[in-house]
Nanobody, 123 residues
Framework: QVQLVESGGGLVHAGGTLRLSCAAS????????TAWYRQAPGKERELVGA???????NYADSVKGRFSTSRDNTKRTMYLQMNNLKPEDTAVYYC?????????????????WGQGIQVTVSS
């Protein structure tokens, strides 16, 4: 079983910065796409940014130029650097990993979610 543990959230003033981390543990053979989503109260969960298995990144228009996602494959950790935060960035942020899991002599492709972490930006 794979677990994802997020950290780095909190309260920040508008214009501030935060860096979210998501550490994966378990029997992971490889990562495919890693992504960050967020969900604000009363809104649907939305994609914030992602890195494909080939290393191509894409971002929501609302965060382009302010947020960047990266990952360290050796540490099995992914990051979301958030700069120039705005009150509308307030949400619960979730990491999402599409990975290949090793189970005995078999491999299985699975998608896992982090537990979610609160980011609050005050005006």
């Amino acid at each position: 079983q794979v677990q994802l543990v997020e950290s780095g959230g909190g309260l920040v003033h508008a214009g501030g910065t935060l860096r979210l981390s998501c550490a994966a543990s378990g029997s992971i053979a490889s990562w495919n796409t890693t992504a960050w989503y967020r969900q604000a109260p009363g809104k649907e969960r939305e994609l914030v940014g992602a890195i494909s298995g080939g290393g191509v990144t894409n971002y929501a228009d609302s965060v382009k130029g302010r947020f960047s996602t990266s990952r360290d494959n050796t540490k099995r950790t992914m990051y979301l650097q958030m700069n120039n935060l705005k009150p509308e960035d307030t949400a619960v942020y979730y990491c999402n990993v599409d990975l290949t899991e090793k189970r005995g002599s078999f491999f299985a492709r699975r998608v896992y979610w982090g537990q979610g972490i609160q980011v609050t930006v005050s005006s």
